[in-house]
């Protein structure tokens, strides 16, 4: 009878990238997905944590994590149930260091990303992770063999996990070249020996499977919430216990649980105004007054702000004035696939519930600043930093429509964001959607309203046209195709999912075939200006880009 086994142990990446373990990411994982915003974070707090000077060996250590394995004691082979995203960065981040390194360190990190062969042994290198079958061949050219870094192929020709990887890769290069060598190493030392993951290893599939369901279930885990919901009620009298419960219990009922629990991270951000260090729990308690006056907190505090929160998710802001024009703007924001901005706006709805002209301006001033870090390509710690200038304005009650405000855009970043809008904007992937549905609402005048579940960006001039097209005639070189098929110009919007092969039609198909109304197609402003042209040339989308970005520059008073 076969014994199952689970073990769970705590190792730094050096006792982790060794030859006890090779990774494997199973077939039926998804693909490869962080951005460039999670490499970004991870390196963030990566370096915040090793510091600048001291005994790398004496550093406290830091947690990254778990990953969980289907693995036999007995051998090297382990498929990664979950954690692929965590050890595929690292092992991005890890080929950058070699590649960046003196050729003494070089080797060194290698062997973190490749197990040596023996020839007595008559064994092969092998590469400590395999990614996905698909993806697993332009992994290792790409980023696992020595050297593959410093020339990475052109994102452009790429999509999805590929995509993703050679991105990731191409950012931690730009920003690890920042370093000096000296920085690097301390940098690569501390990882090897001062990073850990949790490794939970299970025999079998339904073991491992079960580990996972466990560890991402929230149903019956103590959240923060309730951890602070304890402490805090705790610390009222006696006879104000039950009344102060039902206040709570009835917040987290409106809000739901999952929300409730967000809300803490953001009354936390509204505080510390910084990218949180610790953890919520320990931060909540440091730089959130509670503990003085429980009931003061949950009535002015807490209550407010659920409700300011339950508006802002929910766009169900309410009043004499301006509502329908506010929620539009939550709207735009909601669009956006990070929830940074949130604390700002939670304190103005709470603080200016009755000035809705106040929180009009407000919001439309907020829109601009988050999209345009988006454009500009701030990474979080810089969002993060930017808001937490902004909630410190709002609550020293500062000008916030002055220039020189964190609210504002000062004149090279309006410059930054009107150069971003006329670079490849479909390849910037998490923003395009959101900026094309803004635009897209802009040119309408207000008045669009889509209640579709899909919608997808598509090219007008396709990415790869047949050679044998009208597009081959009006487009002959392909320098011509590469500078305009990402432009904001050659870009529409669609209800339904992409057809690779109804992508590649003449202009006069694709209008017919693929973008008209009878094709089933939602009437969108940006689709039907592109109806209304009788060719597709440099010509139309030299005109269509100047119209889209003066559109977006006069809303956002760019010039």
């Known amino acids: ?233 705790g610390a009222l009298s006696a006879d104000r216990q039950e009344e102060y419960t039902e206040k709570w219990e009835d917040m987290e009922d409106e809000l739901g649980r999952a929300r409730f629990a967000e809300l803490f991270g953001h009354i936390r951000m509204i505080h510390r105004k910084q990218k949180m260090q610790g953890t919520l729990i320990a931060e909540f308690r440091e730089f959130v007054p509670t503990r003085k006056d429980p009931a003061n907190f949950i009535d002015n505090e807490l209550s407010p702000y659920a409700s300011a929160y339950e508006e802002i998710t929910d766009r169900s802001f309410s009043s004499f004035k301006n509502a329908d024009a506010i929620n539009r703007q939550l709207t735009h924001l909601s669009r956006l696939d990070n929830f940074d901005w949130q604390p700002p706006a939670i304190e103005v709805i709470a603080r200016y519930r009755d000035n809705p002209d106040f929180i009009l301006q407000f919001l439309s001033d907020l829109e601009r600043l988050a999209y345009g870090m988006f454009l500009m390509r701030r990474d979080p710690s810089e969002r993060i930093r930017r808001y937490g200038k902004l909630l410190a304005a709002i609550q020293a009650k500062d000008d916030l429509f002055a220039e020189g405000s964190a609210l504002q855009l000062d004149d090279n970043e309006k410059l930054e964001v009107r150069k971003s809008l006329g670079g490849d904007i479909y390849t910037v992937t998490r923003i395009r959607l959101p900026l094309l549905l803004r635009l897209d609402e802009l040119l309408s005048g207000g008045s669009a309203v889509y209640n579709t579940p899909v919608v997808s960006v598509e090219h007008v001039l396709p990415q790869n046209p047949p050679a044998a097209s009208q597009w081959s005639i009006d487009f002959p070189t392909d320098a011509d195709r ?6 904001l110009a050659n870009l529409v919007l669609l209800t339904r999912r992409k057809n690779s092969q109804a992508s590649n039609y003449d202009f006069a198909d694709k209008k017919s075939k693929y973008f008209s109304t009878k094709a089933g197609v939602a009437n969108f402003a940006l689709t039907s200006k592109v109806l209304a042209e009788t060719t597709w040339n440099l010509d139309t989308m030299q005109k269509r880009q100047v119209e889209l970005i003066g559109a977006i520059e006069k809303l956002w008073r760019l010039a």
């Open 1 to 233: 009878m076969t014994r199952h086994t689970i073990e769970a142990s705590e190792k730094p990446i050096l006792d982790i990238f060794c030859d006890k373990y090779l990774f494997r990411i199973p077939s039926y994982q998804r693909p490869y997905a962080w951005t460039t915003e999670q490499a970004s974070e991870l390196l963030d707090d990566i370096q915040t944590a090793c510091g600048t000077s001291g005994n790398v060996a004496d550093a406290s250590p830091y947690f990254l994590g778990s990953v969980v394995l289907i693995k036999d004691p007995q051998k090297p082979e382990a498929d990664v149930v979950d954690g692929q995203q965590r050890l595929t960065t690292l092992t991005i981040l890890l080929g950058v260091l070699r590649d960046l390194a003196e050729p003494k360190i070089a080797s060194a990190i290698h062997g973190y990303i490749c197990q040596t062969g023996d020839p007595i042994k008559g064994t092969e290198d092998v590469f400590r992770l395999t990614t996905r079958e698909r993806d697993a061949g332009f992994f290792r050219a790409a980023i696992q063999t020595e050297g593959a870094t410093a020339t990475l192929p052109d994102v452009r020709h790429l999509k999805d996990a590929r995509a993703r990887m050679v991105e990731n890769a191409t950012f931690l290069r730009e920003r690890l070249k920042e370093l000096s060598e000296e920085q690097c190493r301390r940098l690569t030392m501390f990882i090897a020996q001062r990073c850990y993951l949790v490794l939970v290893a299970a025999s079998d599939q339904d073991s491992a499977f079960r580990i996972f369901s466990v560890m991402n279930s929230r149903g019956l885990d103590l959240s923060p919430a309730d951890v602070l919901k304890a402490e805090i009620i």
């Open 482 to 487: 590469q500078q305009w098929v990402h432009k």
